[in-house]
């Protein structure tokens, strides 16, 4: 069993940065693979990063590639999303999201048994 507990949205002028931060508590937090999707109002949960349980592996979205870096510290037990040069169309709530799979990153929202309550980024134009 993993709980999650997201922090650090909110809001911030198109251009910005925010750093996002997923606490998980359990055991054999690296054992897990690692992602953050994101719902805007009226829209389906989307993917945006994952990351492997080993840390070799991330993926991204083709709309944050070059914007947006996922990290963990399996030591701490948290997983980090890194947002710069945010837009207008970034803004939704952002859950992370746990998998037991050991071996690089599930893409897809059924993929993921563990969910977080979601932390709202707003950005503003």
């Known amino acids: 069993q993993v709980q999650l507990v997201e922090s650090g949205g909110g809001l911030v002028q198109a251009g910005g940065s925010l750093r996002l931060s997923c606490a998980a508590s359990?055991?054999?937090?690296?054992?897990?693979?690692m992602g953050w999707f994101r719902q805007a109002p009226g829209k389906e949960r989307e993917f945006v990063a994952a990351?492997?349980?080993?840390?070799?592996?991330?993926y991204y979205t083709d709309s944050v590639k070059g914007r947006f870096t996922i990290s963990r510290d399996n030591a701490k037990n948290t997983l980090y999303l890194q947002m710069n040069s945010l837009k207008p169309e970034d803004t939704a709530v952002y859950y992370c999201?746990?998998?037991?799979?050991?071996?690089?990153?599930?893409?897809?929202?059924?993929?993921?048994?563990?969910w977080g309550q979601g932390t709202q980024v707003t950005v503003s134009s």
């Open positions: 999201a746990a998998a037991r799979q050991r071996v690089g990153a599930p893409l897809g929202v059924l993929d993921y048994s563990y």
């Open positions: 359990g055991r054999m937090f690296s054992s897990y693979a």
């Open positions: 990351i492997s349980g080993s840390i070799i592996s991330t």
